[in-house]
DNA sequence: CTGAAAGCGCTTACAG
DNA sequence: CTGAAAGCGCTTACAG
């Protein structure tokens, strides 16, 4: 917390430090040619005073040292680590972050782009539960951006990072049925058809993929949900109280998972001798001994470091794309054998 | 999202309308002396260009129209509730939400308090998790606040939002003793001794009181633990792995009370028979069939959508400070009988 | 009701 | 190496 009830301007630094507001400027903004004597007395008086630069002001010329983030929601705790990871990468800079939530609308999420826009975000980490590859590209090409959980390898104005979604999903179906499971079902999520999730629609592949690889093409069966508890125990309830009820469940997030446990629990089916079920996130809380869920890892502190570290470098001039991919780990725990 | 590359300005704006941008800048602040023709012009121009006014510029002058919060974390679901209100409060106005998260680190904290106030945000919503009555203020003397889960009913500078939380605590605890529940321990939260957050100071006072007013006592004990999983876990795996177990839980929140469970589970303690448990915040994952977990709710959605009604009152000018509280009830499930 | 001018606090060429 | 000046995009008295 400051001190002064009028902030002191950059005026009252230069007078402090009797040198011009220029002088200051250049100290301020790491600008070539202060000899180390200036930039002493400059850096005392700010010092002293408790000189902070005004933003505004100094996003009419040059950089606010912001960095933007956009998340879906706010419930989930790996966006905790994945903001501690930000948090990692940006700790030593001057660079500090503001976030946008868009509580999975996509009018909010409209709202929150332009106030970060408006407010000269130097560049933006955009966690995409749902956005479109050409809204994508327009955004990029206004402002340096990396882009997490949407999958579009091609991208030439943005960076991206993302677990290998298809892969970690076929291993799942390929423990599960080394584990002699056969009738595996996903448990995906519903959107509008071109603008399904790229994770989902990811992970949906992998489990495709995985199924057919083992022999189970016959078997696909993929449930589509919204994606509150409501919806999740509505699609659950008629899945396994239906008729040809599964012996195992890969859910698309772990929220699901719990949900289709929980779902499980109501019915009396037993998990896992019943029904397996195998997550995606590895939420904390997954390790509850109530919940014992299996689940994929899929790194999200070094996500958030990676995704800071990428767009300092895009901000710092960087204009060749990257494309990175976090390791992902299934992480086996009771509600699979 | 927005159409050109290079964004309009308001001189732009002006001319298109044919217009002084003076003209333009009365309409778009809603000054008073507009004729309607002007105002129509105007407004045309604007949708037409796809103008959005610089927020660096006009926070020289002005107002940002920009209301920031402080969250400590964010993997907590109840806090996606809070903001859903609070983006229900400034739905209809100008204004826009941006967050800042503290990550429970003090030094971060401050760093996101000094971001907020060097963007000129026209008022703070503050989620206290931890959080001193004088810092409190001398924020409250720079900037609008209103301060959600800290108790200070004489705080003049700001205003309140809380829940009730000793009678909130109290009620659980007179429950558990209609129920026949006499060893009745409170899991609560350590910090540094002056820096006790007062929502868990109060929780403890209410649990205290409960007991002495239901001749409880001498059972009166409180264990103070960290905020994480695994901290939770080893205080709990001490509590009720050691002699004198107690018959019931009340915990200052549902993330302590669902380790609450998972750790008696470990320890083959049936949850409710052995041990009923209670949390505090009603947090949604509590009525899954696993947690089954009774638990305080607190109208977090409500408490949102108030304080964002207050931040924008005493941005309008309000000064005379105002407490509310908010609506607690005690949710029944099988987590105590 | 409308517009010209000053000024908010910075940064960045440009001279010295 | 250092400083005077222009200008970023707004808002707000102030004149008309």
């Known amino acids: 917390m400051t001190r002064d009830l009028k902030k002191p ?23 070539y040619g202060v000899s180390p004597d200036l930039r002493r007395k400059v850096e005392e008086s700010v010092e002293a ?4 630069p005004n933003l505004g002001a100094r996003s009419l010329r040059g950089s606010t ?15 905790t680590e ?3 990871g930000l948090n990692d990468a940006v700790e030593a800079t001057r660079y500090s972050i503001i976030v946008g939530v868009s509580q999975l609308s996509e009018r909010i999420e409209r709202g929150v782009i332009d106030t970060l826009l408006d407010r000269k975000v130097d560049g933006i980490v955009y966690v995409a539960k749902r956005a479109f590859n050409d809204e994508l590209e327009l955004l990029a090409g206004r402002i340096p951006m990396v882009v997490i959980g949407h999958h579009s390898p091609a991208a030439q104005t943005y960076d991206t990072i993302n677990t290998d979604d298809k892969a970690a999903v076929g291993e799942a179906v390929d423990h599960l049925v080394r584990m002699g499971r056969r009738k595996i079902v996903m448990l995906s999520v519903a959107v509008e058809p071109e603008g399904r999730l790229s994770v989902a629609a990811e992970r949906e592949r992998g489990y495709e993929e995985g199924m057919q690889r083992n022999g189970l093409g016959e078997d696909i069966r993929v449930v589509r949900s919204g994606v509150t508890f409501a919806t999740y125990e509505a699609s659950l309830m008629t899945l396994l109280a239906g008729p040809d009820r599964p012996d195992a469940m890969i859910c698309w997030t772990d929220a699901a998972a719990l949900a289709a446990i929980s779902t499980a629990r109501k019915l009396d089916i037993i998990v896992p001798d019943d029904l397996a079920v195998i997550g995606f996130d590895n939420n904390p809380t997954s390790a509850y001994a109530q919940n014992d869920l299996a689940s994929i890892d899929q790194e999200a502190r070094w996500m958030g470091k990676c995704a800071g570290e990428a767009l300092l470098e895009r901000i710092g001039g960087r204009t060749k794309p990257r494309h990175m991919q976090s390791r992902h780990t299934l992480i086996l725990r009771g509600s699979v054998t």
């Open 9 to 31: 301007t950059i005026l009252d630094v230069a007078h402090h430090a009797g040198v011009s507001k220029s002088a200051v400027s250049k100290v301020l903004t790491d600008a």
């Open 49 to 52: 005073l408790g000189y902070r």
């Open 65 to 79: 040292y912001t960095l933007g983030v956009i998340l879906p929601d706010v419930g989930n705790p790996i966006f």
């Open 82 to 84: 994945f903001l501690a």
